[in-house]
């Protein structure tokens, strides 16, 4: 017959094994992000929530610290938002802007930051120097509101994000980077495409940590 005593002591976390415990803190992680970022009074900022294991204790806290990084400032101690650069996506919205900047497509050349109205200069200059450090990080972004119109022009593309950086854009929003043409409109909807991205980041994520897990293992 079994026991009728029941376990009721509470054990000392710190007893876990440490393995154990670091997967734990792992699976507080929030998993792909689309973060939305704004610009405030000259700072990068996103209603985000903040990775819960960063408040939990010192041991959350330095496990998320080694995914999560305060990113979006050309100071780096002026930077505000965590963001995992292996399954985060930025969400990038410039409005509103300067009316003037809707009446650009009427001129025949290249319009650079500088040239675009003041609010989307500021926003797009800002964030080209605030990301600098993790720009050929960045997995993909997300646009909204955003147009680089062009009319005949020899310069390159303004170079806001790295190479292999997947765009995914909103109905009708002509943008020109690496992986989207000036004037090309988006085939599925932006929620479609996000969601076939981020399902695509998140087994990857998961088997990324299947095989660190493996490898640690064999490591003993």
């Known amino acids: 017959m079994a026991s009728a005593t029941t376990q009721d002591t509470s054990h000392s976390f710190l007893r876990v094994p440490l393995e154990l415990r670091l997967k734990i803190w792992r699976l507080s992680f929030p998993g792909p992000r689309s973060i939305r970022i704004s610009l405030i009074e000259g700072h990068f900022m996103s209603n985000t929530n903040t990775p819960t294991g960063l408040r939990i204790c010192k041991g959350s806290r330095d496990e998320t610290l080694r995914f999560y990084k305060l990113c979006f400032a050309a100071d780096p101690s002026n930077a505000r938002i965590y963001f995992n650069v292996d399954c985060d996506v930025p969400h990038l919205f ?84 690496q992986k989207l043409d000036h004037g090309e409109i988006s085939q599925q909807s932006l929620h479609q495409r996000i969601g076939d991205f981020i399902e695509h980041k998140v087994n990857k994520t998961r088997e990324d940590y299947r095989k660190a897990d493996q490898i640690n293992r064999s490591a003993r």
């Open 94 to 177: 410039t409005q509103p802007l300067d009316p003037y900047f809707y009446n650009l497509h009427m001129f025949n050349h290249l319009f650079r930051p500088y040239n675009m109205g003041a609010p989307l200069a500021t926003y797009l200059r800002l964030f080209s120097i605030a990301h600098a450090s993790i720009k050929n990080d960045i997995k993909a972004v997300c646009l909204e509101d955003c147009r680089l119109l062009t009319g005949e022009y020899e310069a390159p593309p303004m170079p806001l994000f790295g190479p292999n950086c997947q765009v995914l854009d909103f109905q009708g929003i002509s943008f020109r980077t």
